[in-house]
């Protein structure tokens, strides 16, 4: 699978959109974008995934570029719920297993 | 609907003690299952995943074991803890193994002393 970068945390105000980037320059044709998000001392939530089309869900959105190196999530408007470690994963489609990175941390302020 | 169930909550175990968490996913059938440990600041380190019944692929040497003795039901022993398996330790399930949208559970937060 291929490997992902994110920043190691990004601050956003509430009310505001957060957008977190993800670079994923080495994915491979089959290789799905997935984005999770942990909040403290909980398990990871799933939020959304794609392959070349913008998605969009009740959640997120996101965004991948036509060359498909990267990927934004976005949270049009943030709450400080939102307030999480966010993992953005690139996975095979013929796997079973996802690869988490150390992800980014939203710190949303009122 | 389907949901998955972790216990204990939390634990705190002795150095060499055994060890035994139990995951159990109820709604579904036939589910992949997945255990993750998450050591303290850091990212989920995927240890076990099984297929069915019996099915255990295991992803990295250590000092734990996991079984699927039911359908549902994914548990995850040590015969002898160590300090580092310290941890807060996920159980993660997907019901269909071609879309892979994990859904994890509450998890078991493990100290070793």
């Known amino acids: 699978d291929a490997k992902t970068t994110q920043p190691p945390s990004m601050d956003c105000a509430e009310g505001r959109a957060a957008n977190l980037p993800c670079n994923h320059s080495t994915i491979s044709g089959n290789e799905y974008v997935y984005w999770y998000r942990q909040i403290h001392s909980q398990g990871p939530q799933y939020i959304i995934h794609?392959?070349?089309n913008n998605e969009t869900n009740e959640m997120a959105s996101l965004i991948i570029t036509e060359d498909r190196k990267s990927s934004t999530l976005i949270l049009p408007h943030a709450t400080l719920r939102d307030t999480a470690v966010y993992y953005c994963i690139a996975r095979s489609y013929n796997t079973d297993k996802l690869i988490f990175g150390t992800g980014t941390r939203l710190q949303v302020f009122p | 609907s389907q949901t998955i169930h972790q216990w204990p909550a939390t634990l705190v175990q002795p150095v060499g003690s055994p060890l035994s968490l139990e995951c159990t996913v109820e709604?579904?059938?036939?589910?992949?299952l997945y255990w993750y440990r998450q050591a303290a600041g850091r990212g989920l380190q995927l240890l076990f995943y099984s297929v069915g019944i019996g099915q255990i692929s295991s992803e990295v040497p250590q000092n734990l074991s996991a079984s699927r003795p039911q359908d549902r039901q994914f548990i995850l022993s040590s015969k002898k803890l160590l300090l580092s398996d310290s941890g807060f330790y996920l159980c993660?399930?997907?019901?269909?193994?071609?879309?892979?949208?994990?859904?994890f559970g509450p998890g078991t937060r493990l100290t070793v002393l």
């Open positions: 709604g579904t059938s036939n589910p992949n």
């Open positions: 993660a399930w997907t019901p269909d193994p071609s879309t892979d949208t994990q859904y």
């Open positions: 794609g392959l070349k």
